[in-house]
T-cell receptor, first 114, second 110 residues
């Protein structure tokens, strides 16, 4: 069974450009999570969805960040306009709705904003 | 404020020894606690989950304990191998979310 698939794996772009990160969760999972990982702040939850509906976006740093989940098999995280401080590794994870289930992570997108 | 601390940023041990990693938390009452492994350039991988009413959980060479009075979890790897070298993250389940510690980088020396 395929795991969580993220694309692109690496993204280098200039400040001010729009960045779109993509995620395909594991089939059958109904919760999806976006995280950001940096050396300074570790792994931080940005937003999560249950059954394609955003439940908690309190971790989204500012209005430049937005996330969508148009269907059960696809989600995007968009940054517009991007800034150098957005440079980080962004992870997507999925799980079943039940609280005691583990989360399955993709291998992340390493984003560098110049 | 809520806080999760993992005992040290880096831990070096000799192959064959038992590695013990610590996760302490404050101002949480988690129902579950999970441990993940992360290798360089990869996403975290789930290892073990322990519930608040469980004292100990084992899986092969791994053992996790959970003391809700001390607000602490210990993660043990027995008979450690160089292949166990990775960063280990604890995560607390609270308000339907996982909050992760900063991780401990374990190096098992041959």
């Amino acid at each position: 069974d395929a795991g969580v698939i993220q694309s692109p794996r690496h993204e280098v772009t200039e400040m001010g450009q729009e960045v779109t990160l993509r995620c395909k969760p594991i089939s059958g999972h109904n919760s999806l999570f976006w995280y950001r990982q940096t050396m300074m702040r570790g792994l931080e939850l940005l937003i999560y969805f249950n059954n394609n509906v955003p439940i908690d976006d309190s971790g989204m740093p500012e209005d430049r960040f937005s996330a969508k989940m148009p269907n059960a098999s696809f989600s995007t995280l968009k940054i517009q306009p991007s800034e150098p401080r957005d440079s980080a590794v962004y992870f997507c994870a999925s799980s079943f709705l039940l609280e005691d289930q583990p989360q399955h992570f993709g291998d992340g997108t390493r984003l560098s904003i110049l | 404020s809520q806080k999760i601390e993992q005992n040290s940023e880096a831990l070096n041990i000799q192959e064959g020894k038992t590695a013990t990693l610590t996760c302490n938390y404050t101002n949480y009452s988690p129902a579950y606690l999970q441990w993940y492994r992360q290798d360089p350039g990869r996403g975290p991988v789930f290892l073990l989950l322990i519930r608040e009413n469980e004292k100990e959980k084992r899986k092969e060479r791994l053992k996790v304990t959970f003391d809700t009075t001390l607000k602490q979890s210990l993660f043990h790897i027995t008979a450690s191998q160089p292949a166990d070298s990775a960063t280990y993250l604890c995560a607390l389940h609270f308000k339907r979310q996982l909050t992760f510690g900063s991780g401990t980088q374990l190096t098992v020396l041959p």
